[in-house]
T-cell receptor
Framework: DAKTTQPPSMDCAEGRAANLPCNHS???????VYWYRQIHSQGPQYIIH???NNETNEMASLIITEDRKSSTLILPHATLRDTAVYYC??????????FGKGNQVVVIP | NAGVTQTPKFQVLKTGQSMTLQCAQD?????MYWYRQDPGMGLRLIYY???????DKGEVPNGYNVSRLNKREFSLRLESAAPSQTSVYFC??????????????????FGEGSWLTVV
């Protein structure tokens, strides 16, 4: 039970912003939202995480709703190399929660 | 700083053979994990270790044993391999990260994967 809900797949256009949604309606106040991605045949890679405030780093931006029940990962200018499975996870206290099946994102030229 | 290193990268076993997957991390993390990944199934946790000397079962522990040899190393053993254990195996580690006194979170760092085929 990953305790988050993501669409199974989505396409996005190269060069455009990709907005990846995640629902975590039962999240508690101290739980972080983490995003990872897995490019084919590689180990998953950390992207970004947040608690309440929006976050941005060199890879992506994370927008968390005010009620914290959902979040959106934004890849500002999607490239073909962003094609991957994206995982949204919750963390507080331990990392034993399942990863789930993630969102297969395909960037189309 | 190599991160998480796992060996071997590829292995073919015959049914009934045994083998050990090795994993080491150099980030001084307390927690370590073994996952398997099968097509359409996502990442499933086999075993984890919250600290040196402790191990606990994850979602799919049957057919596997683990050893947390020290803080750096966490091995996964298949005592009698079965075709159902054909999979990609990922080792991972995590540790609390802080900015000053503030707890930032707990990022998981993964190895590159071990492709195991049991025939």
């Amino acid at each position: 039970d990953a305790k988050t809900t993501q669409p199974p797949s989505m396409d996005c256009a190269e060069g455009r912003a990709a907005n990846l949604p995640c629902n975590h309606s039962t999240i508690s106040g101290n739980e972080y939202v983490y995003w990872y991605r897995q490019i084919h045949s590689q180990g998953p890679q950390y992207i970004i995480h947040g608690l309440k405030n929006n976050e941005t780093n060199e890879m992506a931006s994370l927008i968390i709703t005010e009620d914290r029940k959902s979040s959106t990962l934004i890849l500002p200018h999607a490239t073909l190399r962003d094609t991957a499975v994206y995982y949204c996870r919750r963390y507080y206290g331990n990392n034993r929660l399942a990863f789930g099946k993630g969102n297969q994102v395909v960037v189309i030229p | 700083n190599a991160g998480v290193t796992q060996t071997p990268k590829f292995q073919v076993l015959k049914t009934g053979q045994s083998m050990t997957l090795q994993c080491a991390q150099d980030m001084n993390h307390n927690s370590m994990y073994w996952y398997r990944q099968d097509p359409g199934m996502g990442l499933r946790l086999i075993y984890y270790s919250a600290s040196e000397g402790t191990t606990d079962k994850g979602e799919v522990p049957n057919g596997y044993n683990v050893s947390r040899l020290n803080k750096r190393e966490f091995s996964l053993r298949l005592e009698s391999a079965a075709p159902s254990q054909t999979s990609v195996y990922f080792c991972a580690s995590s540790g609390p990260e802080r900015t000053g006194i503030a707890l930032k979170g707990n990022t998981i760092y993964f190895g590159e994967g071990s492709w195991l085929t049991v025939v």
